[in-house]
């Protein structure tokens, strides 16, 4: 049974820069969750993709936005990125009564 | 709106002694219970789960009963080894209109020395 991947683990991007993260999710599970982590922090909710749709959203602006494909793999998106974003961006995917399974995370840092 | 508090750390323990975190939560409804343990440089990872009021969750020597009287999921372990040293976090899964999202506590950080 594989697990969630994410890539890349850490990455350095420049302020106003956008940025593409990935995550291929646990075999079974059709349902992916971001979180955004950061330093001495819990995780932060960004939302859900079920079927290929958003179909729940934390409190994040519009310049996070996502999708999922067909084989249940996802991305995030960030523009016009912020010094605020630097964090731990996680991934977790999950099937109804199956619970979430994370990923290692990718490391953003803006500069 | 849900939230969940957690004891703040670091909490500095000798190899073989008692750890108790706390947790507490504010949720309407029925949440399902979580507490996962996060390494360093590394994702989350569950360590124990409850469902409905009085479960109790274990693994790995750890444990949790999920209280719904005094809305608590405390965590406990009754002997803890140096390899335990991590990031705990409480966190508490609503499902609405079909989908779900975990809130998290702040995480309390355990450090367990030889």
């Known amino acids: 049974e594989t697990g969630v991947t994410q890539s890349p683990t850490h990455l350095i991007k420049t302020r106003g820069q956008q940025v593409t993260l990935r995550c291929s999710s646990q075999?079974?599970?059709?349902?992916v969750s971001w979180y955004q982590q950061a330093l001495g922090q819990g995780p932060q909710f960004i939302f859900q993709?079920?079927?290929?749709?958003?179909?729940g959203r934390g409190n994040f602006p519009p310049r996070f936005s996502g999708l999922q494909f067909p084989n249940y793999s996802s991305e995030l998106n960030v523009n016009a990125l912020e010094l605020d974003d630097s964090a731990l961006y996680l991934c977790?995917?999950?099937?109804?009564?199956?619970?979430?399974?994370f990923g290692s995370g990718t490391r953003l840092t803006v500069v | 709106g849900d939230s969940v508090t957690q004891m703040e750390g670091p909490v500095t323990l000798s190899e073989e002694a008692f750890l108790t975190i706390n947790c507490t939560y504010t949720a309407t409804g029925y949440p399902s219970l979580f507490w996962y343990v996060q390494y360093p440089g590394e994702g989350l990872q569950l360590l124990l789960k409850a469902t409905k009021a009085d479960d109790k969750g274990s693994n790995k020597g750890f444990e949790a009963t999920y209280r719904k009287e005094t809305t608590s999921f405390h965590l406990e372990k009754g002997s803890v080894q140096v390899s335990d040293s991590a990031v705990y976090f409480c966190a508490l899964l609503k499902i609405t209109d079909s989908w779900g999202k975990l809130q998290f506590g702040a995480g309390t950080q355990v450090v367990v020395t030889p």
């Open positions: 993709y079920y079927r290929e749709e958003e179909n």
């Open positions: 977790a995917s999950s099937k109804v009564g199956y619970g979430y399974t």
């Open positions: 075999s079974g599970h059709n349902t």
